[in-house]
């Protein structure tokens, strides 16, 4: 059931050349399930930015995208599968880019090869948030840290 498409409380944070998804108990169960978790920013004038994320049952690698104002991950879905039943806060991938010429030197690899790195993240209860901003399907954080 890949096509279904479930809006939730995903977060995405950019630093230099990479992106983070942090997703919540319910959404990385939904990812593992096959169905599709998007978000998105609606800024004035009506234009949309949107992001997604998908365990696909054919692909066999992660694949990232960013077309018609949406960023569209794709992973395998035996990744999503096999996360949901571990304690393992993420999924953490390094994606070369097709054309490097305007990645700047420090996001090369030893073979000058630019690369988009990509974490997907278990979100992590904050808190320090005011109660109306905590998300009670968020990942129980460890007492000992």
């Avoid at 905590?134 to 129980?140: G, M, S, W």
Wanted: net charge negative; hydrophobic share 40%; glycine share 6%.
């Amino acid at each position: 059931m890949a096509d279904t498409l479930i809006a939730k409380a995903m977060k995405l944070r950019f630093r230099k050349n990479s992106l983070r998804l942090r997703l919540n108990r319910k959404e990385v169960a939904d990812l593992a399930a096959g169905r599709v978790i998007e978000e998105q920013v609606v800024f004035p004038g009506n234009t949309v930015f949107r992001y997604r994320i998908e365990a696909s049952p054919v692909a066999t690698e992660t694949s990232a995208e960013f077309s018609g104002g949406c960023i569209s991950i794709t992973i395998p879905g035996q990744s999503a599968i096999h996360w949901l039943g571990v304690e393992d806060i993420g999924l953490y991938y390094s994606l070369p880019s097709n054309g490097d010429a305007l990645s700047p030197a420090w996001n090369r690899d030893r073979n000058g090869v630019a690369a988009l790195d990509i974490a997907i993240e278990k979100d992590l209860e904050c808190i320090d948030a005011p109660p109306a901003e905590r998300d009670p399907d968020a990942y129980p954080r460890n007492p000992s840290c």
